[in-house]
């Protein structure tokens, strides 16, 4: 099957949670080329092109449907593609985003890697393999993948790609490799949410507040906020000594995100 006529599924998002040891959420995949939905054939296609179309169209509904939260549907729609060719990455992507969307991240894992041997120079298969491995303990192994995903053919989205090794670099202590890496990827893509957030943590950790301060701004400012970068934008300021300003991140916590102010965050929020 060529590229052109694959539907790509790209995990969105930071690998990391900003400060946090816990994966991060996996996001529903990106879907390029599936607005057609209805199988559209031509007088004279064969069996072959057929099955191309059912599997395309199949794989762009079994994704809508996992971004509506429908798990149930996008598996069976899933499930359904790769009965129409299991030789195909997309498929196995598609089901290892599923698997991750339930909590299920060792059988998502083996979703992920199938795929990653079937299109062994697809950065963005690539890349989302290595970020389950990061989000999942395996650090070392992870920076492998995420190299080789950068180097691919098709490289795909190397920004995305940058910000993971980033996250996974400052994850294992490698904090020089992870601001070079994080750096790269915010020269490509300037308001990557993924990489900006990582670069305020690298800068938090190492005491420089005003820059993280500055890279929690432009965050919030790229993207709509999560509980992550909220809690973390609450420690700069408390590491400023701005009150006022903790004070109304703490606040959006409280209200947009309740389940996550179970304690303390920083200092007292309350």
């Given at each position: 099957?060529?590229?052109?006529?694959?539907?790509?599924?790209?995990?969105?998002?930071?690998?990391?949670?900003?400060?946090?040891?816990?994966?991060?959420?996996?996001?529903?995949?990106?879907?390029?080329?599936?607005?057609?939905i209805a199988p559209?054939?031509?007088?004279?296609?064969?069996?072959?092109?057929?099955?191309?179309?059912?599997?395309?169209?199949?794989?762009?509904?079994?994704?809508?449907?996992?971004?509506?939260?429908?798990?149930?549907?996008?598996?069976?729609?899933?499930?359904?593609?790769?009965?129409?060719?299991?030789?195909?990455?997309?498929?196995?992507?598609?089901?290892?985003?599923?698997?991750?969307?339930?909590?299920?991240?060792?059988?998502?894992?083996?979703?992920?890697?199938?795929?990653?041997?079937?299109?062994?120079?697809?950065?963005?298969?690539?890349?989302?393999?290595?970020?389950?491995?990061?989000?999942?303990?395996?650090?070392?192994?992870?920076?492998?993948?995420?190299?080789?995903?950068?180097?691919?053919?098709?490289?795909?989205?190397?920004?995305?790609?940058?910000?993971?090794?980033?996250?996974?670099?400052?994850?294992?202590?490698?904090?020089?490799?992870?601001?070079q890496d994080l750096?790269?990827?915010?020269?490509?893509?300037?308001?990557?949410?993924?990489?900006?957030?990582?670069?305020?943590?690298?800068?938090?950790g190492q005491g420089?507040?005003?820059?993280?301060?500055?890279?929690?701004?432009?965050?919030?400012?790229?993207?709509?906020?999560?509980?992550?970068?909220?809690?973390?934008?609450?420690?700069?300021?408390?590491?400023?000594?701005?009150?006022?300003?903790?004070?109304?991140?703490?606040?959006?916590?409280?209200?947009?995100?309740?389940?996550?102010?179970?304690?303390?965050?920083?200092?007292?929020?309350?």
């Open positions: 099957m060529r590229r052109s006529e694959r539907i790509l599924l790209i995990l969105l998002g930071a690998l990391l949670l900003a400060g946090c040891a816990r994966p991060a959420t996996v996001k529903s995949p990106k879907i390029r080329g599936a607005e057609r559209v054939y031509k007088l004279g296609d064969g069996a072959d092109t057929k099955r191309r179309v059912q599997f395309r169209d199949t794989v762009g509904l079994a994704a809508q449907r996992l971004a509506a939260g429908d798990l149930a549907e996008a598996e069976r729609l899933a499930r359904r593609a790769l009965s129409l060719d299991a030789s195909v990455a997309d498929g196995h992507t598609l089901m290892g985003a599923i698997e991750s969307a339930r909590g299920n991240h060792q059988a998502a894992g083996g979703y992920y890697r199938k795929a990653a041997e079937l299109a062994p120079n697809d950065g963005d298969v690539l890349n989302n393999y290595g970020a389950w491995l990061c989000a999942n303990g395996f650090a070392a192994e992870s920076l492998v993948w995420l190299d080789r995903a950068m180097a691919a053919p098709t490289a795909g989205s190397r920004a995305s790609a940058l910000a993971n090794a980033g996250a996974c670099a400052l994850r294992s202590g490698q904090s020089e490799r992870a601001e750096r790269k990827a915010l020269e490509l893509e300037p308001s990557h949410p993924g990489a900006l957030e990582q670069m305020a943590t690298l800068a938090y420089r507040l005003m820059q993280a301060r500055a890279f929690a701004e432009r965050r919030l400012a790229a993207a709509p906020a999560d509980a992550s970068v909220l809690q973390l934008a609450v420690r700069i300021e408390q590491g400023l000594g701005d009150r006022v300003a903790a004070s109304r991140y703490q606040q959006r916590l409280r209200e947009e995100f309740p389940q996550a102010v179970t304690g303390k965050t920083g200092e007292d929020p309350q």
